[in-house]
Antibody
Framework: QVQLVQSGAEVKKPGASVKVSCKAS????????MHWVRQAPGQGLEWMGW????????NYAQKFQGWVTMTRDTSISTAYMELSRLRSDDTAVYYC????????????????WGQGTTVTVSS | QSVLTQPPSASGTPGQRVTISCSGS????????VYWYQQLPGTAPKLLIY???QRPSGVPDRFSGSKSGTSASLAISGLRSEDEADYYC??????????FGTGTKVTVL
């Protein structure tokens, strides 16, 4: 079945970087955009950006530009999100989620989500 | 980064109808589709409504969405205990960047 499986929980020190993976199965990886969304403890959802696995093109939220890098490896149907210069307020659950895209009408909703990866930033 | 505005909470008794509002701007809701997500406690969000008022297969028709101008709303009719969750509206903006609502916690009394 269609699923996204993310890497395990991470504990990082302030100033370090973290790289979270998201392995897709059950569908054509290059046929859907991959988004990253985070949720701090007790807070709402925050969209971070997307990567087009087919072209490698990315689009980041302004807040994360220069700070987040999204990549992919099509040979293993896996997307990655790397966040650098971590601070304590980057402690959150990070989700990957796919969405379809139509050149005429644009992006669709995020219809399949990973299970989430907890990233804890603490000294 | 702009955010869509939702009421923090909504509640109702079983069987009642609950409506959640979502207010945005001309660059997001006003010119693009609206999506709604349901997040049950401790789980990943689930797509509930896409393109303003369409339901993915498996979503009960008790859930309905609408949009007018720069605002949108989600209605839950025949409220059930399993509907107790957080609900988020979302939209893409004109730069294909995503924006979520502030979230609404629905409580079934």
């Amino acid at each position: 079945q269609v699923q996204l499986v993310q890497s395990g929980a991470e504990v990082k020190k302030p100033g370090a970087s973290v790289k979270v993976s998201c392995k897709a199965s059950g569908y054509t990886f290059t046929g859907y955009y991959m988004h990253w969304v985070r949720q701090a403890p007790g807070q709402g959802l925050e969209w971070m950006g997307w990567i087009n696995p087919n072209s490698g093109g990315t689009n980041y939220a302004q807040k994360f530009q220069g700070w987040v890098t999204m990549t992919r490896d099509t040979s293993i149907s896996t997307a990655y999100m790397e966040l650098s210069r971590l601070r304590s307020d980057d402690t959150a659950v990070y989700y990957c989620a796919r969405s379809n895209y139509d050149i005429l009408t644009g992006l669709y909703g995020m219809d399949v989500w990973g299970q989430g990866t907890t990233v804890t930033v603490s000294s | 980064q702009s955010v869509l505005t939702q009421p923090p909470s909504a509640s109702g008794t079983p069987g009642q109808r609950v409506t959640i509002s979502c207010s945005g701007s001309s660059s997001n809701i006003g010119s693009n589709y609206v999506y709604w997500y349901q997040q049950l406690p401790g789980t990943a969000p689930k797509l509930l409504i896409y393109r303003n008022n369409q339901r993915p297969s498996g979503v009960p028709d008790r859930f309905s969405g609408s949009k007018s101008g720069t605002s949108a709303s989600l209605a839950i009719s025949g409220l059930r205990s399993e509907d107790e969750a957080d609900y988020y509206c979302a939209a893409w903006d004109d730069s294909l960047r995503g924006v979520f609502g502030t979230g609404t916690k629905v409580t079934v009394l």
